[in-house]
């Protein structure tokens, strides 16, 4: 029992201190309180509340949200994720339809849409992606979007159809480096995500991936794997710090410094990225309005 004990307050000792780099500001300006108002009165869902996302009042302010559809449980347990793993629900068809009305009422200028994986459906999900798109286009055709689509377990007809459908940028996280793949991302596969990149390049779509730093990376890794994004012609990058949403989680091994993200914003610069954002609190859809091009 003595060991248990000491071997947990070992592990909370060795816990890395959050820095004062990740404080968040309070959210404010005119544009989020407008957009804050909306979303209470008529009961609006964005990704960006419930993922407690710590740019919500500079995207908002911004004109951008990032909504989550296919429901909130998903059929793979990444190790970083804290979206609830299990049988998810039957689909609902309606769902296009409100995010698109919701995309209305909110005034978004540009729009994230995300999804659980849903490796339980014969498409994947994509319908449902290429139906919500569709009613994006229909409901509010000024409305840019950007798609953060999962990798359809390498059923490539399944990609064709969010490929048909043309958003203005399809982005892939490979969310991490090559030798921390299984680990991170335990049913998806490093170089099967790079593929799904390179297919939407051939298709003349233009593509963009992230990465999340403190895992454990060593800096040549992080380096590897933005040459091998731009091996595929990825367009944007994202970079920023992992952090631990429960305990069950994967731990942060290291918080990095914003002088380190600063290097690696050079070295994306550097290796012909047309767009990097990096630092400790970008997120997938920061300044997604900016990488439209």
Request: hydrophobic fraction near 35%; charged fraction near 30%.
């Amino acid at each position: 029992m003595n060991d248990l004990i000491e071997g947990v307050e070992k592990n909370l000792q060795e816990k890395p201190k959050k820095p004062n780099w990740l404080r968040v500001k309070l959210p404010i300006g005119e544009e989020y309180a407008k957009v804050r108002k909306l979303v209470d009165k008529h009961k609006l869902h964005t990704i960006c509340e419930s993922g407690s996302c710590p740019n919500m009042g500079e995207c908002w302010g911004a004109g951008t949200a990032t909504f989550m559809i296919l429901g909130n449980i998903c059929t793979r347990s990444c190790g970083f994720c804290a979206v609830a793993t299990g049988k998810p629900k039957n689909v609902d068809w309606d769902e296009p339809m409100r995010i698109a009305n919701s995309v209305k009422l909110m005034e978004v200028k540009h729009c994230v849409i995300t999804s659980v994986d849903r490796d339980d459906l014969k498409d994947g999900g994509s319908i449902i992606w290429a139906e919500t798109i569709k009613a994006i286009r229909e409901i509010s055709p000024l409305t840019k979007f950007e798609t953060l689509i999962p990798d359809f377990a390498g059923k490539w007809e399944n990609l064709q159809r969010i490929i048909d459908v043309k958003p203005d940028i399809i982005s892939h996280n490979i969310e991490t480096v090559k030798r921390l793949t299984q680990k991170v991302r335990i049913q998806a596969k490093y170089d099967r995500s790079l593929e799904l990149l390179k297919r939407v390049h051939e298709a003349e779509l233009h593509t963009k991936s992230g990465i999340m730093l403190g895992l454990g990376e060593e800096t040549d890794e992080v380096l590897q794997a933005m040459d091998d994004l731009r091996e595929v012609n990825c367009d944007v990058l994202t970079l920023g710090q992992y952090l631990q949403p429960t305990p069950k989680h994967l731990p942060v091994v290291e918080f990095i410094h914003p002088d380190k993200f600063d290097f690696y914003y050079k070295e994306g610069i550097n290796r012909g990225f047309r767009f990097v954002e990096s630092g400790p609190l970008v997120r997938s859809s920061y300044h997604a309005e900016k990488h439209i091009f």
